[in-house]
């Protein structure tokens, strides 16, 4: 088990994701940054579904209260062990006891805490991923007790490895949306030339951008949406729809992100430059 002291800014459980079930309004939801979790447990040999935290800005302080193994990876939040700083991307062993930690955040936005044999919290519809109302919690909560399997003999295959810094570019590879052809050719420019900035207004469910691309008065029935569908609305603002975003909208979606640009713009935050790459389908 691992205890709560201090829950951070927005911490919460996630896999994978929450497959089948968007023909109920149910989001994939899962990591916004599933690269870097996905290299969290490849580091402690996990499955690739085991849950891992994610902590989102500030970093939360934990105690294991059973002798585990873990890894960090994602975003620089200057993690240390009982007060002693520890690297990223590398496996590190806990003793009953321990304290985990986070500091100043160097880079990124998110960073990807697993533990061996993952994260144990409650199942529901074939996800650990907190999203409420189908889970109790949207996010973990100061005393929280969080079930893990003990672990006190381990040996990595690969102990550590290089950090990563693809998550520090800013170029979003997209594709185009079902309605990519009404953007008008100004718009078009717009979205090929500009460096966009990332609103406050950005969360789990999506990403605002500060700049307009110009309005639009396209009429549309509600339509179906995914994680990374890139959307205008009449008044020309973009958004981007992360993983607990809606399962279906009413505005037009010009674009839609490749699997690794939701990573990459998972790492980003309020005040961030991206920009577009149109690929070819």
Request: hydrophobic share 35%; net charge neutral.
């Amino acid at each position: 088990m691992i205890k709560v002291i201090h829950p951070g800014f927005f911490t919460t459980i996630q896999d994978m994701g929450r497959f089948g079930y968007r023909e109920k309004g149910v989001p994939v939801c899962g990591c916004m940054d599933n690269y870097s979790a996905s290299i969290a447990n490849s580091l402690l040999d996990n499955r690739e579904m085991d849950a891992v935290m994610e902590i989102t800005m500030t970093g939360p302080k934990l105690e294991f209260h059973t002798s585990s193994f873990f890894s960090v990876t994602g975003a620089e939040m200057s993690p240390s062990l009982n007060g002693i700083p520890i690297n990223s991307y590398e496996a590190h062993k806990a003793n009953e006891g321990d304290i985990l930690s986070f500091g100043k955040l160097i880079n990124g936005f998110r960073s990807y805490l697993a533990v061996k044999g993952g994260f144990l919290t409650e199942m529901k519809l074939k996800s650990r991923s907190f999203y409420k109302p189908i889970t109790d919690q949207n996010r973990i909560k100061e005393y929280m007790e969080i079930p893990i399997e003990g672990c006190s003999e381990y040996s990595p295959i690969i102990s550590h490895i290089k950090p990563e810094s693809w998550h520090k570019e800013y170029e979003l590879d997209v594709y185009k949306g079902p309605e990519y052809e009404i953007l008008t050719g100004d718009q078009l420019k717009l979205l090929s030339a500009n460096k966009f900035t990332i609103a406050k207004e950005n969360n789990r469910m999506a990403y605002q951008l500060e700049e307009l691309i110009g309005a639009q008065s396209h009429s549309m029935l509600t339509s179906a949406t995914l994680p990374g569908t890139v959307q205008l609305t009449p008044n020309g603002k973009l958004i981007i729809l992360m993983r607990d975003g809606q399962t279906t909208g009413g505005y037009p979606r010009v674009l839609q992100l490749a699997s690794r640009s939701i990573a990459l713009l998972a790492q980003k935050k309020f005040g961030d430059k991206i920009s577009f790459q149109l690929l070819p389908h």
